[in-house]
């Protein structure tokens, strides 16, 4: 007797939290709304509801256009948060699974952002920068009539000034140190490969003041003229200026 009532005891207490728990109500009936509340947050700039919203959405309609897009503004409001490093994977995701998506050309430019953004500072791990040309060159394979061309010539200019500070600062450290075999190594790389950035000026302007520690006083004059005709960034014409006058002087 004691353990029927005590069975019945039990199934009361279930019963009575089963009914205590308000039902869940799912107010949207298709996956058209459920995207188009989604796509509000986002455009509300919401970003952290919206990616709750969106992951939703993939998961209870795979298969579906609505779910191929929700994967890509997912990926797009980590990126619009500069959240990159989980930007990162939700592209690279969409960009495998969705290959004929219209959103599939954004997808390509705002992945290769994200990565430079995520590339740490110059100096470290330059792979990711490697990472980015890779897709920039993939964009432009399948998307030869880019949007994104004008776009794209401006990160190469930062890829580039990142590569040439790099290098740059490599060779300043050996010429600090009196190494000037191997600075002279970096600071040519700096000056043939990336001409049009700022580093590819101070490289020249050292590799003028290896000339003179080498006796190399034309060479030196020469490099010097040089940097002074240019148009350049200003304090490094000012300095070149100066070591011209004092090797003017010596002769």
């Not at 009575?16 to 869940?24: D, H, L, Q, R, Y």
């Not at 995207?35 to 509801?49: G, V």
């Not at 997912?74 to 990159?84: G, I, T």
Request: hydrophobic share 35%; glycine share 4%.
């Amino acid at each position: 007797m004691r353990a029927k009532h005590s069975l019945f005891y039990c199934l009361c207490i279930l019963l009575f939290f089963s009914c205590s728990k308000k039902p869940t109500i799912n107010l949207v009936t298709s996956p058209q709304e459920a995207f188009s509340q989604a796509l509000d947050l986002y455009n509300a700039k919401k970003y952290n509801k919206a990616i709750e919203e969106f992951q939703n959405i993939i998961f209870n309609y795979p298969g579906t256009t609505y779910g191929a897009d929700a994967q890509f503004y997912l990926a797009d409001a980590y990126f619009q948060k500069k959240d990159y490093q989980s930007a990162i994977p939700e592209f690279e995701f969409f960009i495998n699974s969705f290959v004929g998506n219209q959103f599939l050309e954004d997808a390509y430019y705002k992945l290769s952002i994200s990565y430079f953004y995520l590339a740490p500072q110059v100096g470290k791990d330059q792979i990711i920068l490697e990472k980015t040309i890779e897709i920039l060159d993939n964009l432009q394979e399948k998307f030869p009539e880019t949007k994104y061309s004008n776009d794209i010539i401006e990160l190469r200019k930062k890829i580039a000034e990142r590569w040439a500070e790099k290098n740059y600062v490599i060779g300043q450290l050996y010429f600090k140190g009196g190494e000037y075999s191997s600075a002279r190594i970096y600071f040519y790389n700096v000056i043939t490969d990336y001409p049009e950035t700022i580093w590819a000026n101070w490289s020249r302007y050292l590799m003028g003041q290896i000339y003179e520690k080498s006796d190399s006083l034309s060479q030196a004059i020469n490099m010097y003229q040089s940097l002074i005709s240019d148009s350049i960034e200003s304090d490094v014409k000012k300095l070149a200026q100066k070591r011209l006058e004092v090797l003017e002087n010596k002769k």
